[in-house]
């Protein structure tokens, strides 16, 4: 279980700061913390949603893609791999799923139609792309949007209402799933070194408390 409350000294957190609960606010010790804690400062102030210091745009992270060249992408691949029931295709060439049956755990539903899903990433491309991912390659944000340990099959109106915000903006209806939404987040945003914003920190702490 990811540590999300920090002490002073050694409860120092990948960043080089901690989280005070006591007062509700983050605090530097260290670079990169000092850095990018300006950053994610300055990006709030001077972008406009969607931005940070380049323009955000959804073709420049490549998904779906078929690593392994079988005609399954990774909708495909996730999909097959988390149905509870063997899924059915569109064509017999098997490389679109059409039915199966997926557990939703942003809202506890049940689903059987492929196309009532979505691929979703837990950490959203926009959110990366304001918190340290702006100046990846192409080939790394490939790597991202692909990711296994950042893709979830929701259903697609859930999807769609989170969009791209935080933990502090947007939380799964399912509030059973809370704990377990505030560790992967984490797990994601540590394993590809983005930063974190105050609001953020705060939420997860929140977060750890419902575990």
């Keep these: 279980m990811p540590t999300l409350i920090f002490a002073h000294g050694g409860g120092l957190d990948k960043q080089g700061g901690h989280f005070d609960h006591s007062d509700g606010t ?16 300055k990006a709030y102030e001077d972008a ?3 931005t940070y210091s380049k323009i955000y745009d959804r073709d420049d992270w490549p998904h779906w893609i ?8 990774t909708r495909s691949e996730l ?40 691929i979703e990433h837990i950490v959203p491309l926009a959110h990366a792309h304001r ?7 192409r080939a790394q944000r490939q790597t991202f949007a692909n990711d296994y340990d950042n ?15 935080a933990p502090h903006e ?30 953020e920190r705060i939420s997860l702490n929140k977060l750890a408390a419902t575990c």
């Design 170 to 199: 947007w939380l799964p209806p399912k509030k059973s799933y809370w704990c377990e939404y505030g560790k992967l987040w984490e797990k994601v945003k540590d394993k590809y070194e983005l930063f974190y914003s105050d609001q």
């Design 26 to 41: 983050y605090h530097c010790h260290k670079e990169p913390c000092f850095s990018v804690h300006d950053q994610a400062k």
């Design 66 to 73: 078929d690593a392994d060249r079988d005609c399954q992408d």
């Design 79 to 118: 999909l097959i791999a988390t149905s509870k029931v063997p899924v059915k295709f569109k064509k017999l060439k098997k490389c679109v799923v059409q039915q199966g049956k997926w557990y939703g755990v942003y809202t506890g539903e049940t689903f059987t139609e492929a196309s009532d899903v979505d």
């Design 151 to 165: 893709l979830l099959v929701v259903d697609d109106s859930t999807n769609r209402s989170k969009s791209d915000r």
């Design 48 to 50: 406009e949603p969607g």
């Design 131 to 137: 918190h340290g991912a702006a100046d990846w390659t």
